[in-house]
Every structure is written in C-alpha cells, then in structure tokens.
C-alpha cells in the first residue's frame, strides 16, 4: 500500500538496556529539562528527563539537537546515554521527514483526471450513503475528498472527517478493473478481510488503524488513519538509514510483526511501501489485503502465489497458502538490506554485503539478514523474538 507498492560499533553492551517512559509528571518546560539532565542528579529523575524529552518530539516540539550531543557525550551513566541516544535519533528521523509528504499530491490534474477522479469520489459518495441508509450520509461525515494514489485493485483517497477534523484515509475497491479478473470473488473477499482485520482484530501501536468499514451491493471501502510521512520506501529511495535510524525503526517493527503473529496473521507481504511513517517517526505496518488468517480456514482452499517480488520467500511464491511467520521474517530481511543500502535486492542476486562505519557492526548485520533470507525456512530465525534479540545486540 502506498496509501501501495507495485506488487516489488560504538562499543557494544552484554545486555541491551531496556526502554524507560517517563513515570511521573516532568516539567515540558526544555531548558528545566536540559538542566536537570545537566545537573547530575539521581539516574530515575534524568531517566524521566529523558523519557520526557521523547514524549515532546511526538508532540512536535522543537528538541535542541546539539545540546542533547553534548549531554550524551558527557554523561556516565549507560541507562541515561541510551536514554539520550534515542532522542538524537528520533530528532535525526524527524529531519528526514521534514520535507512535506504530500506535495507530490499538488499536480494540476488534466480535464479528463478530474473527471475520472469525479467519477469515482461520486460513486464512493454514492456507496457510503447505500451503507447508512440516507442520502447525503457522507457528506455529512466527510469533506475536502481528494484521489491521492491508486494501488492494485483500490482507489485510495484523502478526506477530512468533519466530526474531530481528522484527516483520514479511505481507500475504495474499483470493481471495474476486477472484472477483468476471473478471482474477482476472491479479491472482494481478501478486500472484506483487510477491513474485518483492521477494524476487529488488530489493535496495536505499530499497525495502522482502521476506522470504519462498509459494503453495499458488493461494493466496498475502509476507512483507515493517515500516515502524513508518506512510506518508508519513498524515505529510503537514494538515501539508505544511518545503523541508528535503521535500528530503531527495524525494533518498531519486529514488534508490529511480533503482535500479529501472536494473533494467529500471517502479513505475507512486508516491504518498505506497506510501512508508512507518521508524523513522529513512528513506522505502521500496512496492506492486509494479502494476510493469512490462521483462525480462518477458508483461505487455505485454493493454492496461489502471493506476496511482492523480490521480497516474498521461495515457499510463499510456490503456495502461499503454506505461509507461515518465517516467510514474514524473509521479507523482513528483504526489507532490512533496502533500508540499509537504498537498493532491492532482486531474487536470485548475488548477496552484496551491506557496508556500515565499523566491520563488526557490519558483521553482525550481515549475518542477521541472511539468515532472514536463507532459502530453506529451517536456517532462518524460527520466531521474531529471536530475531529482534539478535538485532537488539548489535551496535
């Protein structure tokens, strides 16, 4: 999903520290923060600076990123640095972000794109009434609805929801190109899940959220949060991820991918244009429209590839019904190597390694990926939480 991809050593630590928030009320005031982190006082009131100081990048206040370098280079306490270290890398991701992810959206669109795009926005309207049972249903609850993308079998459009001004996502199934398609059933199927999952199932900080689902006379559409920094493949295109950048965003999402393989979904189809950034650096997994459901056993009746070249493992391109959470953990290696060198690696590729400031971080991420990679799922990482162990020791 694009909001949809074409379906494409600083000395290490025995033990990772573990992520601290803030437990009490911190001042929001920064230069008491930098003070008190300055000041030398006990490590659980600069932890709480610390943690504080996270909270206030999420909420778009303006961090002093050569201040926070000076505190992390003299600070003495390891808990406390890491603390600081993940606010200079969280400030490093915002400035990546900065560049306004919607302009490419500006373009003035010819006489017969708006009038191809008109179409569609009034059958949506059309669509979202039918569901509520009143005419006018969506422009009461909609406005501003703009075509931002299209993606597969899907139009997908940007709207603002009048009852909280919240810009949201609606993305529509175009029934005329399924019926060029002889699974046209199975498509509206896969549709109706994706919304089912998002809306019922799959509530968690790392997957985008789905707001409202609707169908009427085989007709469908979801509503979905929008993630204002675009994808992560437009991020990384030409610009591979610092090792800190990618380390925390690779974290955020093995933990996605952990949660959803606890609730019995198979994604089956990772890669950098399903992972959208929102405005706080924080990456979503997105596009369940291919997801295996392991408590739903309709979708193991037929036999069908699935997934995204060059990221889908060998054994889910021969039969995807057989997917299973190494397959995830393959194109998670996929996508790991693109964050880090900008470049697919294409299937059937010689392995080129990935090139980092230090060898044994280089090393160590190398093997981390092919592993992810290997041909046959028994020498891949058996579960996520192997890996993100792994992962979590280097560097």
């Given at each position: 999903m694009e909001q949809e991809r074409s379906t494409r050593l600083v000395g290490s630590i025995s033990k990772p520290a573990e992520k601290y928030t803030a437990s009490n009320p911190v001042t929001s005031d920064l230069?008491?923060?930098?003070?008190?982190?300055?000041?030398?006082?006990?490590?659980?009131?600069?932890?709480?600076?610390?943690?504080?100081?996270?909270?206030?990048i999420d909420e778009d206040r303006e961090i002093d990123g050569e201040t926070i370098t000076v505190l992390y280079n003299s600070e003495k306490d390891i808990a406390v640095a890491t603390a600081l270290k993940r606010v200079l890398n969280k400030i490093r991701i915002r400035r990546k972000l900065s560049k306004d992810p919607t302009a490419s959206f500006d373009r003035k669109l010819s006489p017969e794109e708006t009038l191809?795009?008109?179409?569609?926005?009034?059958?949506?309207?059309?669509?979202?009434?039918?569901?509520?049972?009143?005419?006018?249903?969506?422009?009461?609850?909609?406005?501003r609805l703009e075509k931002i993308g299209e993606?597969?079998?899907?139009?997908?459009?940007?709207?603002?929801?009048?009852?909280?001004?919240?810009?949201?996502?609606?993305?529509?199934?175009?029934?005329?190109k399924l019926s060029r398609f002889a699974e046209k059933d199975r498509l509206i199927s896969?549709?109706?899940?994706?919304g089912e999952l998002l809306i019922k199932r799959l509530q968690h900080?790392?997957?985008?959220?789905?707001?409202?689902?609707?169908?009427?006379?085989?007709?469908?559409?979801?509503?979905?949060?929008y993630m204002a920094g675009g994808s992560l493949e437009k991020?990384?295109?030409?610009?591979?991820?610092?090792?800190?950048?990618?380390?925390?965003?690779?974290?955020?999402?093995?933990?996605?991918?952990?949660?959803?393989?606890?609730?019995?979904?198979?994604?089956?189809?990772?890669?950098?244009?399903?992972?959208?950034?929102?405005?706080?650096s924080h990456l979503k997994l997105a596009d369940f429209g291919l997801a295996k459901d392991k408590k739903d056993a309709r979708i193991s009746r037929f036999s069908y590839s699935a997934g995204t070249d060059d990221f889908a493992s060998?054994?889910?391109?021969?039969?995807?019904?057989?997917?299973?959470?190494?397959?995830?953990?393959?194109?998670?290696?996929?996508?790991?190597?693109?964050?880090?060198t900008s470049r697919i690696l294409k299937d059937g590729e010689i392995y080129r390694p990935v090139a980092l400031d230090d060898k044994s971080c280089s090393d160590a991420v190398n093997a981390l990926i092919l592993k992810c990679i290997a041909h046959k799922r028994e020498d891949r990482w058996q579960d996520i939480d192997d890996l993100e162990e792994a992962l979590k020791r280097i560097g």
């Open positions: 230069s008491a923060l930098y003070e008190i982190l300055r000041s030398g006082q006990d490590v659980k009131t600069r932890l709480d600076a610390a943690a504080y100081l996270l909270k206030l191809k795009v008109q179409k569609e926005i009034d059958r949506l309207r059309s669509l979202y009434d039918k569901v509520n049972g009143q005419k006018g249903a969506f422009d009461q609850k909609y406005h993606g597969g079998m899907a139009g997908i459009f940007r709207a603002i929801r009048h009852q909280d001004n919240q810009i949201v996502v609606i993305k529509f199934l175009l029934l005329e896969r549709f109706r899940r994706e900080p790392g997957i985008i959220e789905g707001y409202e689902y609707g169908e009427a006379d085989g007709e469908h559409f979801i509503v979905l949060e991020m990384i295109a030409g610009k591979p991820l610092d090792f800190p950048i990618f380390k925390e965003m690779a974290l955020q999402l093995c933990d996605a991918v952990r949660y959803i393989h606890g609730q019995g979904i198979i994604h089956r189809d990772i890669n950098p244009g399903n992972v959208l950034i929102a405005n706080s060998p054994q889910q391109l021969a039969d995807a019904r057989n997917a299973d959470e190494r397959d995830d953990i393959f194109s998670l290696g996929k996508t790991f190597y693109e964050m880090l």
